[in-house]
């Protein structure tokens, strides 16, 4: 289970970190944005469940709904925390890039401190792939509950976790183009394709509990 919320984290408005997304400088980037969309999609399925639980229709499903929700809100604040620790661990890349590479020395140093740093910076999209089909599979918990008129919702909860899992595969991939270490880039690419798979089986379950709910 991702960790809980954490206070300390930083707080800035949507508008805010739109503005910043969308500036020259090199964070937040699409690692980043990722993580909030797929943060996104765990408040959706929070606050479906929370709005089950609330409705005497659901009351004998009230505990589960609950509990999900709750799971839901640890898996939001895991995003989250991920979204910081991409933009930290891109930041290391451009500063290790920046490096004197002038004498032999500064050249080992240089390739030394980048290797480090784009191992970090392939971690963290990875574990924002595993937090996405965690979403996934959260998601398909939470269409069990079959309310028909929040059904878009989830089915929205779960396009944003799909999406936020390619993303993240995109952001691992392009750090193991630069990566020196082949056993670890072969290792980190197979559990890369593990991912992709689940998240495509998972991906075809909730569209058919989506599409029979809104058929139906």
Do not use: W
Request: charged residues 20%; contains cysteine; hydrophobic residues 50%.
């Amino acid at each position: 289970m991702p960790a809980p919320p954490d206070k300390h984290r930083i707080v800035e408005t949507l508008d805010v970190y739109l503005t910043k997304l969308a500036s020259a400088e090199p964070t937040p980037g699409g690692g980043s944005a990722a993580m909030f969309v797929g943060a996104a999609g765990a408040g959706l399925v929070a606050m479906v469940m929370r709005i089950c639980a609330a409705n005497p229709k659901y009351a004998d499903q009230r505990e589960l709904a609950l509990k999900l929700a709750l799971r839901a809100d640890h898996l939001r604040a895991a995003f989250s925390d991920g979204r910081l620790r991409d933009e930290a661990a891109f930041g290391a890349v451009v500063a290790a890039q920046s490096l004197a590479r002038t004498t032999a020395e500064e050249k080992q140093s240089r390739a030394s401190r980048l290797e480090a740093a784009l191992t970090v910076a392939a971690l963290a999209p990875l574990g924002g792939m595993e937090y996405a089909l965690t979403l996934q599979h959260l998601t398909i918990d939470a269409l069990a509950i079959r309310n028909p008129n929040l059904v878009s919702d989830l089915g929205c909860a779960g396009e944003f976790a799909v999406a936020a899992l390619r993303a993240c595969a995109y952001n691992v991939r392009v750090n193991h183009r630069y990566m020196k270490d082949a056993q670890t880039v072969a290792s980190q690419a197979q559990t890369v394709a593990r991912y992709e798979r689940e998240s495509s089986a998972a991906a075809a379950a909730i569209r058919s509990a989506a599409a029979s709910e809104l058929v139906g």
